[in-house]
């Protein structure tokens, strides 16, 4: 009989704090169905929770916060989504359309690639631990940052500076997101959680209607969904049908797995 495998998303109460860690640290934290499941449950039991008053995302490990997609299970067939028809609505790892009132803080405690980075852009508040790294590296892979990443990091930073991010697939350190506005603190990766409980306890102390109804107002949320979002997630989904069935996506994938530079085919 074989030992059963860790859970893929580890969940902690701590008062009125929920932390949800990324539980892959052997595949870098990245997303797989499990990981999506975990997440988007654990949201919604916050969400429906009113003892808990903000939410910590990290991932296991001091290397990877999240790598993205694990693009290892795309190359052998696997879907990164459930069945489920409701969980897939959730959006990446069941957390990038999952607008929730509680507060969300992301615990970054290494890099923060593609699907880690637009997790990141989901959240509210973002400390990162010094030797983080954030980037939208999908264009070196033949794909698009579909996760949200490619129209909120140009909600979230100088648009210039968001293209570059964009376009070149190449990350930027934690101490240039801090220069940039994208996190709200850098801190050396033995104080990162306690920085990020800080900022959940600071919340939490303050009255739990007001808090998530002012998140509510600031992000447009009304009725689990954000209304302004739309449009880009319909821009979202025809690039995407487009990008996702080309050659190169598949080639992409195919040639990370391989540890070999890809060769492009423009179809």
Known sequence: MTDALPPAVLVERRGHILIL??????????????????????LEEAEADPEVRAVIVTGAGDQAFCAGADLKAVARGERL?????DQRAWGFAGFVRHPIGKPLIA?????????GTELALACDIVVAADHAQFGLPEVKRGIIAAAGGAF????QLPRKVA???????????????????FANRVVPLDALMDT???FAERIAANAPL??????RIAMGIAEGRIASDDEHWEANRRETRMVFTSEDSREGPRAFAEKRQPVWKAR
């Open 210 to 215: 007001a808090v998530q109804a002012s998140k």
């Open 163 to 181: 293209m570059e991010i964009l376009l070149t697939g190449e990350p930027i350190p934690a101490q240039r997101a801090l220069e940039l506005g």
């Open 196 to 198: 990020a409980i800080d």
């Open 107 to 115: 615990a970054v405690n290494g890099f923060a690639l593609g699907g």
């Open 81 to 85: 989504e459930p069945e489920d028809r």
């Open 152 to 155: 909120r990091i140009v909600q």
């Open 21 to 42: 860690t990324i539980n892959r640290p052997e595949a870098r934290n990245a997303v797989n169905a499990a990981v999506h499941v975990g997440l988007g449950t654990a």
